[in-house]
């Protein structure tokens, strides 16, 4: 995560943040208590891999309901989505990425 000064909120809602750094060149996602750090293609990556869950993929069961639980590669820890979670990224995601190229129109 970066936290620094050049870091800028592209979007954000009661539980979600996108932000953009511009020193790092990477995207922050903070979806309640989860973050992470992602390069435009590891998130690119993302969209695809929420993308791709069909609903046989929610096989945890997490206070009664069903989840999808996602991990990075390089740590065990990562996210434990809801299908109405997954619903929520993708079109978050989505958003975020509009109001970076908007942005970048604008800034150029
Ligand atoms: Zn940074």
Known sequence: MCTTQSSL?????N??????????QCYSLVY???CASFSRAELRQFQAVLDSLTADKYCYD???RPHVTLHSSQAKVGF???QADVSVL???ICE???IHEAYKIIQS
């Open 80 to 82: 434990c989505l809801s």
């Open 96 to 98: 975020a990425l509009t």
């Open 62 to 64: 997490f206070l009664g």
């Open 9 to 13: 909120t592209l979007n954000e809602t």
């Open 90 to 92: 993708k079109k978050f």
């Open 32 to 34: 309640r208590s989860c």
């Open 15 to 24: 539980e979600a943040q996108m932000s953009w750094c511009s020193s790092c």
